[in-house]
Every structure is written in structure tokens, then in C-alpha cells.
């Protein structure tokens, strides 16, 4: 399971374990803004009894090419209703950052003889990330079978996306109804300003 921390990756993790997988936690450290995200990963954990919690480093930071790897201005009020935003992939995206964790994932899913991994993704308020739509998740799928011994010898893995078709309020519904405690989680780009728990409760 990919945990960043987040409300999205916190929901799929809770769903996995309603469909009584045994969850072993993988967050990454790749250069983002805010610590308080890993701090919050090792908390969800927690809360969920993983049965491991890794966190590697992979510094992001080192490229940039993203406003959340760097110190540029992250955009806080981009219209999603006017097509030419819409259609605009933001700064905040960090380049091929699911690609780099699925990777990580699948390999520690090998390892551990794990054929099945979980990330948080949306396809509907992805704020345009192409790391987040079923065509990617499809494709990384058949490269897991190709790139790995387990995949040779006739394994499939399964890249599940429990949240991928709903909206965020429906991810936070969903949460409340297996009873998650949302105050637990990060995120936001800019803590500062914003309230993580008012902002859940706005959303149900």
C-alpha cells in the first residue's frame, strides 16, 4: 500500500483492509514540501495496524520540474470549471512521481510475494495528473508482468485503485462510514492557511 499521508491513500488502505488484505505501508520521502505529510503517514499506519511501515528516500528535489519538489509558488486558486485550466496540467505535478512509487512498491511486492498493490489515485479530481488515470494503471500493470521474475514465472499483479471513479466527497463518505478519523491526515498544499479536518468536514 502507498502511504502518503493523505486522505485519498488513508480511504484505499481502509478499504484493502475491509477486503481483509494484510497491509504492508510504503511512504515515500521524495522532496515534498511538508514534512507533517510523512508524520501523518506514520499515524494512518498506526491507526490501521499495518503489519510493516517502510519509508525511503528518493529525492525528487534533485530534478524538480514541480512547485511541491521546489520552491516555486504553488497555485491555490486554479478554476476547474474553465476548460483552458482544466485541461492544463499544473505545476503541482511532479514528474513521473507514480511511476517512481509503483515501482518502489512492486518491488517490495516481490520480495514479500505480494501480488497485489494499492494507491489512492483519482481519475475524477485528479487535477489533471496523467499518472492518475486507468490508462496508466492499466499499462503499469502489464509492465509488472513483463519486469519482474514473479511476472515471468506467471504471476499478475494487480495495481487496485479503490477510489479511482469517485468524487472526493463520495472518498470521504466512504471514510466515515468505515469510521476513519480524517484528523489524522495532510492534505494540503499550504497548511498554513488551511484547516485539514475543517476542510473534510466541508467536503461531507
Known sequence: MLLSGGLD???AAAIATRQRFSLYALTVEYGQRH??????????????????????????RAFGGSSLT?????????????????????????????????SLALGWAEVL???DIVI???ALDYSGYPDCR????????????????????????RVHTPLISLSKAEIIRRGVELGLDYGLTHS??????????????TAV
Open 9 to 11: 491513500s488513508y480511504t
Open 35 to 60: 514534512v507533517r505529510e510523512v508524520e501523518s503517514a506514520r499515524a494512518v499506519a498506526r491507526a490501521l495496524g499495518v503489519e510493516a511501515h517502510k519509508e525511503i528516500v528518493v529525492d525528487l
Open 70 to 102: 521546489s520552491d516555486a509558488a504553488v497555485p491555490l486558486d486554479r478554476d476547474l470549471s474553465a476548460p483552458e485550466q482544466a485541461e492544463q496540467i499544473p505545476s503541482t505535478y511532479v514528474p513521473a512521481r507514480n511511476t517512481i512509487f509503483l
Open 113 to 115: 510475494g505480494a501480488h
Open 120 to 122: 489512492g489515485v483519482n
Open 134 to 157: 486507468p490508462e496508466f494503471i492499466s499499462a503499469f500493470e502489464h509492465l509488472a508482468t513483463v519486469a519482474t521474475r514473479a511476472g515471468v514465472e506467471g504471476v499478475r499483479f
Open 188 to 201: 494540503c498544499y499550504d497548511p498554513a492557511q488551511v484547516d485539514v479536518r475543517a476542510a473534510a468536514v
